[in-house]
Structure formats: C-alpha cells, structure tokens
C-alpha cells in the first residue's frame, strides 16, 4: 500500500503545479478602459487597453495591440503601445477594437450634438467663510474645536491652492489625552457609476497621518490614508513614497455592476492606478465622503483638501 504520506505529498505538488499554471502572466483577456464614451465632433479621449491572465489579474507586458475603427464616424491616432487617441468626426455610434492575437476587446464612442454634464457634485469651499467650519459638512468633537480653535475650517492660507484661494483646512493640538482628531464628512449624490476626485495637501514638518476616505453612512468602504512622512496607504500597500509640500491629486471611482472601486493617482498629467487588479471589493455605495487628520506627539500638525468633484459616470462613458 502506497505511503500515506507520499499520496498526501503528490497532492501537494499536483496543487502547488496547478496554482502555477494558473498564476501565469500570459495574456488571456483584454479590456479597453474606457469602454464606454459619449463626445462631441472635434472631441478626442484616449483609450487603454488593460490585459489580464487567467486569474483576472493585470500584466504588465504583453504582444503589441493593434487598434481599428469599425466605421467611418471617427479616427485613431497615436497609437503608442497599450494607448490610442480616438477622435469624433460625425455623429453616430462608433466602435474601437484593439487586438492581440486572437483575443479582442472593443469600446463604443456614441458622439452627440450636446455631451450631458456628468459633474452633480463640486465643493472648492469658495462660497465658504474664512476661519469657520464649512457649510453643509458634519464636524465631530465641535464643542472640542470651537473652544480650541482647531478643527476642519476654511482658510486662504494653505499655498497655491487648486481652486481658487481656499481650501479645508484642519488644525490639531499636539496629541494628549482628551484631544480628538480633526473630522468631518460630507453626503455625495448616490450614484451606480461614479468617481470622486479630490486634492490633497500635507504639510512639511507639520504633516499627521491623513485620511479621506469614500463612506457608505457609518461604513467606510475603503482605508485610503497618507502617512505622516508623506506615504500613500492603501489596504495593499505598506507605503508609497508620494512626498510632502505640495499639492496631490486623487479619484475614487466604482461600478455598480461589479461592485468594485478603484483608486488613481494623478502623475505628471495621467491617472495611475493604486489599486491592485480590477479594484477593490465593496459591498455597498459611496452616499458620502469623510476626512480625518490625525494628532501628533510634541507639536501641531495640519492639513488641507480641495477642489472635490463627483462625477456621474452613466453621463460620459
């Protein structure tokens, strides 16, 4: 009778060979982002097409794609590995498809007369009055900040700020006993397909660990933070270097038909992605979105955000 112990191990490495081949970085699917687009005549949108193995995870490298245009309604042009740039000519429905070898992947441009605005939500704090709590957003522990003078307030004093002169800007007392962090949310309109952009400052040598974080009433659906020392944290991420001193932008976007949410970063003019593989899981939708500055050892520390944005997906791709 064979070993029990040798079957057990042939088990194993029959597992460990199937998890291997599974794990592979060959292509297997292909998915052009956005896949959905509405645009005017004379309009452009540049499209990237995303691949993934049979895991559904992203890879990084695969064959060079070719793109083509079904009709006759619009053009592709600089084509450039895994991006194209697609341009309105008529009004229509037109259809992208990128391919590698035998797998494809296609998109659809509906170009109209009058685009609708997808923008429902936008808060600069321009409308705002200067040294007090903004209107319309819940702070925690106010009868702490009126008394202390800290909090999440309006200011023009947070440099070169993205819209217009100010910003929300939270103040803390060093951290103590008694001393609660900066806190405040804000409803969203509720939407099945949505992103939230927003910009973000931290301080040099006055940063604490700052969060803004997409909320489904008391359920934060995910723990996106930056790090005292200028770090991006992310469920995944232990840290990413972004820095301090200077303005940074970020987007939540999520889809309802897939109940994923995806986080980008704005670099040098293009949105990448922080998210691992397709997004993350949630299990409800954003209805509002929170910040929290935290408190530090020894001294005060401070922080900023401006210029949010909701968008309406359903109204542009």
């Known amino acids: 009778m064979m070993n029990k112990h040798l079957i057990l191990l042939s088990g194993l490495l029959a597992l460990v060979l199937l998890v291997m081949s599974c794990s592979s970085d060959d292509l297997a699917d292909l998915e052009i982002v956005p896949d959905y687009y509405r645009l005017q005549p004379g309009q452009s949108i540049e499209l990237t097409v995303v691949g993934t193995n049979n895991l559904g995870s992203v890879i990084s490298e695969f064959p060079e794609p070719t793109w083509t245009v079904e009709g006759t309604l619009g053009t592709i042009s600089s084509m450039n590995g895994s991006n194209a740039i697609f341009t309105a000519n008529q009004l229509g429905t037109e259809t992208v498809v990128v391919t590698v070898g035998e797998i494809s992947a296609c998109a659809v441009l509906e170009i109209l007369e009058e685009v609708p605005e997808p923008l429902v939500f936008h808060e600069s704090f321009e409308d705002h ?129 897939t109940m994923k949410l995806k986080v980008f970063h704005l670099v040098g003019g293009k949105w990448q992605e922080k998210s691992p593989g397709l997004g993350y899981s949630i299990n409800a939708l954003p209805n509002r979105i929170s910040i929290d500055g935290g408190t530090v050892e020894g001294r005060n520390a401070w922080g900023a955000i401006d210029n949010i944005k909701v968008y309406d997906l359903d109204l542009l791709w």
């Open 129 to 257: 009055t200067i040294n007090l709590f903004p209107a319309g957003w819940t702070v925690k522990n106010i009868e702490f900040h009126l008394a202390n003078q800290t909090g999440p307030r309006v200011t023009t004093d947070v440099p070169e700020t993205i819209d217009g002169s100010k910003a929300l800007k939270y103040t803390n007392l060093p951290r103590k006993d008694g001393v609660p962090l900066s806190e405040a949310y804000i409803p969203i309109p509720e939407l099945k397909r949505g992103r939230i952009e927003f910009s973000v400052y931290q301080p040099d040598k006055e940063s604490s660990n700052f969060g803004i974080k997409p909320y489904r009433d008391d359920q934060r659906l995910v723990n996106f933070w930056l790090s005292t020392g200028g770090d991006l944290r992310l469920p995944d991420k232990d840290g990413e270097k972004v820095g301090l001193g200077q303005w940074q932008t970020y987007a939540f976007e999520w889809d309802a038909s």
